[in-house]
């Protein structure tokens, strides 16, 4: 009877050992997806940003080139497009630039365009505004 006792015994730390096998694996097939879908969201919100940085810039030298003495809408939509082909160049697609003349001597430069998406099913774009009072000569008086 002692050497059943004994057997059983030996065998028991063997069995526990061998157990959890594979245990892993259910925590691994949830972490892994919501880890890479974290990765690929960041990848996403960075593509964002650097396509807002670029937009917001490449619209602030359009407006300038639009607002200048004699700028012309023409030449500031090719500063736009010169800008973002410079500093986003494949980063934004479709870009749209649109310029009005507002009351009050106030020119106005807006631009969207949309970005690669990473996710699938989903669209980001882009908009950036730029408004000024035009720069012109006046007769003081």
Do not use: Y
Request: proline residues 6%; positive net charge.
């Amino acid at each position: 009877m002692s050497s059943s006792r004994l057997g059983s015994s030996k065998r028991r730390p063997l069995l526990l050992r061998w157990g959890d096998r594979g245990s892993s694996t259910p925590e691994l097939v949830v972490i892994l997806p919501l880890l890479l879908l974290l990765i690929t969201l960041s990848m996403q919100f960075a593509l964002w940003a650097l396509a807002s940085h670029a937009l917001s810039d490449s619209v602030a030298r359009g407006g300038a080139a639009l607002r200048a003495h004699g700028g012309t809408s023409t030449a500031a939509r090719t500063v736009v497009m010169r800008e973002l082909q410079g500093l986003a160049n494949g980063l934004v697609l479709r870009p749209t630039v649109s310029v009005q003349s507002l009351p009050d001597g106030v020119d106005s430069l807006s631009t969207s365009c949309a970005l690669p998406s990473l996710l699938p099913g989903v669209r980001f774009t882009v908009s950036a505004q730029s408004a000024g009072p035009d720069q012109q000569f006046r007769a003081s008086g």
